[in-house]
């Protein structure tokens, strides 16, 4: 089954306390983002791949990190949480460079930092 | 600055009657538009989309409908069933990623 694989679904930790949240997909595909949702705000895109070892910035890059050593992972990683990142955090992915627009997204990582 | 805007955060209808969902965009560089559905506790889900050379797209009971003038464009979901009760979300494409709207929660009532 094709499908966007998010872990962990639910997570709750205090500030500062490094994290990941992690990101596989099993369709092959090279580009790669995430997303986070927040209420009021729609979802807006944190970072984004085209390819391996190819990352860029989206609209709301700070705190975050990503990288991309494997096609089919693309790991968050939170080095110092704050409270102002709790959120709902989605993973998608798309063929080559959003050719149709049409993105597939994982079920979600929601996280609280207290 | 909100460049995808939907303005109504939520809409209810009655089964088997149309629900049309709005959504307005501000850069006219965006060339692909999409909605999605989400359930709760699920990731959104594509549902379709329009190229921004056409003016309509038809697909079953889903017609996504493209005003270029006025940068607007409309979902139409008919006729609507309870399966349809779900949050939607308007996209567009712009560099590198889709731009969404803050959604529109969707109530079909039996």
């Known amino acids: 089954e094709a499908q966007v694989t998010q872990n962990p679904r639910y997570l709750i930790t205090v500030t500062g306390k490094k994290l990941t949240v992690t990101c596989s997909q099993n369709?092959?595909?090279?580009?790669m983002s995430w997303y986070r949702q927040d209420p009021g705000l729609g979802l807006r895109q944190i970072y984004y791949?085209?390819?391996?070892?190819?990352?860029d910035k989206g609209d709301v890059p700070e705190g975050y990190k990503v990288s991309r050593k494997e096609k089919r992972n693309f790991p968050l990683i939170l080095e110092s949480p704050s409270p102002n990142q709790t959120s709902l955090y989605f993973c998608?992915?798309?063929?080559?460079?959003?050719?149709?627009?049409?993105?597939?997204f994982g079920e979600g990582s929601r996280l609280t930092v207290l | 600055d909100q460049q995808v805007k939907q303005n109504s955060p939520s809409l209810s209808v009655q089964e088997g009657r149309i629900s049309i969902l709005n959504c307005d965009y501000t850069?006219?560089?965006?060339?692909?538009f999409l909605w999605y559905k989400k359930y709760p506790a699920e990731g959104p889900t594509f549902l379709i989309s329009?190229?921004?050379?056409?003016d309509k797209n038809e697909d079953g009971r889903f017609t996504v409908f493209l005003n270029k003038s006025a940068k607007h464009l409309s979902l139409h979901i008919v006729p609507s069933q309870p399966g349809d009760s779900a949050v939607y979300f308007c996209?567009?494409?712009?560099?590198?990623?889709?731009?969404f709207g803050t959604g529109t929660r969707l109530l079909v009532s039996p």
């Open positions: 996209a567009a494409r712009g560099f590198q990623k889709l731009v």
């Open positions: 369709m092959n595909h090279e580009y």
């Open positions: 329009i190229s921004s050379i056409k």
């Open positions: 998608a992915s798309s063929r080559t460079g959003l050719y149709t627009g049409e993105l597939f």
């Open positions: 791949s085209m390819n391996v070892e190819v990352t």
């Open positions: 850069n006219s560089m965006f060339d692909y």
